[in-house]
Each structure stands twice: as C-alpha cells, then as structure tokens.
C-alpha cells in the first residue's frame, strides 16, 4: 500500500522539524546566550546537544518505517552491484575519516573532563585526506549512501528533505567555520569545493601542509 500525500506532508515536516531543532541548537547563538546566561552548562552542552539529537530523530525515523510502500524504482542484476558498491564505499569511507577527528571533542566528553566554557571547538584546522578533496566529506558520503539505494515513497521524500539539509546546514556550518579560523578557512574554501568533489578543484598534498602552516602561496 503506498502511502498518502498526507503521510508524505506529515513525514516532510517531522524531517523539517528536527532541522531547524538541530540548526538552532548548533548555533553560534543560543550557544553564546547559554555561555552567557548559564555558563555552568557549557562544559556539558556538546553532548547534550548531541543526545537531543538522537532523541529528535526518533519522530522522522519511526513515521520513514511506517510509511513504506511499494518501491517506485529497484536496482536489478549488475546495477544492484554497483548500488551495493556505492553504499558500502560511502559507509567505510564515512567511518574511515573518523580516525582524523578527536572523538572525545565530538561526543562532548573532552568539554566535561576539562570543564571547557568556550563557546568555540577548541580542535585546530586541519585537513584530512578526504577534506583536500570536499569540505564536506560527511555530506558527500551520506548524499552518496541516500541517493545510490533503491527507492519507494517514504525514502525519496526523505532523501530530498536531508539533501536539502546539507545544502542549507553546510553553509551554515561554512559561517561558524570562517568565524572560528578566519582567513585560513576562507582560503581553504576557496580552493576545494563544498558537498560535491570536482576532479580539477582539490589541493595536493603539498598545497595542503602549506595552508595549514600558513603559507599564502599555494
């Protein structure tokens, strides 16, 4: 049974939902009013706001699976291979490019253990392997893993609503960016694209040590 056009709605706005939740608590804004009006909830507020975000999801999760229904498109044979393929590259290079992030920074755990009060990631610019290629290889390779599978109802209206996220959430990420590294950020994203790689915009290996150690001339 395909679901309705109700379903769809009341599916696209839990997704449109949990984004602004998501982009509101991840701004420079209400972190710099909690900093400010409630500083002892800085050192915890990465891994509240990261629990909130598991919780939220939860909503657009639960409607996908309830909604699901006849497939408008499955990959056959050969094809089914290199959907496969394009899945599984995404998700192992999603999971390789984990070893170039402090985790402890991520997860919240870090800002607890020192009782950090800044609002800023305290992590230095860096570039890892995937980042000479796109600014946004977590975008990238989950763009990649959506679009690549089969796919019904339910999961094109969701595809669409987080390729739309990554659209919007990456530039402002790009504004939070450029305000915590300034003009190395700046130069950076002049020289490397932004979600999709493009084979003649990338910096070398060389060009990228160069950035990082402040050398203008790459």
């Known amino acids: 049974m395909s679901p ?23 701004s420079l804004g209400l972190k710099n009013w909690v900093a400010h009006k409630l500083p002892r909830l800085m050192p915890a507020y990465r891994l509240l706001f990261n629990l909130l975000a598991v919780i939220t999801l939860v909503l657009p999760l639960w409607l996908l699976y309830q909604y699901q229904g006849a ?5 056959q044979g050969f094809e089914k291979w290199i959907s496969n393929g394009l899945r599984f590259s995404a998700a192992f290079a999603f999971i390789w490019t984990l070893k170039y992030y402090d985790g ?29 290629f796109v600014r946004h290889p977590w975008y990238f390779f989950s763009l990649v ?32 960016l450029r305000a915590y590294h300034g003009k190395i950020y700046a ?10 790689p493009l084979p003649w915009r990338y910096l070398s290996h060389a060009d990228a040590r160069k950035l990082i150690a402040g050398n203008t001339g790459f």
């Not at 056009?5 to 009341?10: D, F, G, K």
């Not at 109802?153 to 939070?176: D, H, T």
Request: glycine share 6%; hydrophobic share 55%; aromatic share 14%.
């Open 145 to 176: 893993f959506i679009w690549a599978g089969d796919m019904e109802a339910a999961w094109l209206v969701s595809a669409v609503m987080l390729s739309l996220y990554f659209i919007i959430g990456s530039r402002l990420e790009e504004r939070k």
């Open 104 to 132: 402890s920074e991520i997860l919240g755990l870090r800002q607890i253990r020192v009782r950090e009060q800044s609002v800023e990631d305290q992590e230095n610019f860096h570039i890892s392997p995937f980042h000479r």
């Open 4 to 26: 309705t056009p109700a379903q769809m709605a009341l599916l696209a706005l839990a997704w449109l939902g949990y984004f602004i939740a998501h982009s509101l608590l991840a």
């Open 71 to 75: 497939p408008l498109w499955q990959w």
């Open 187 to 196: 130069r950076y994203a002049s020289a490397v694209p932004g979600l999709i």
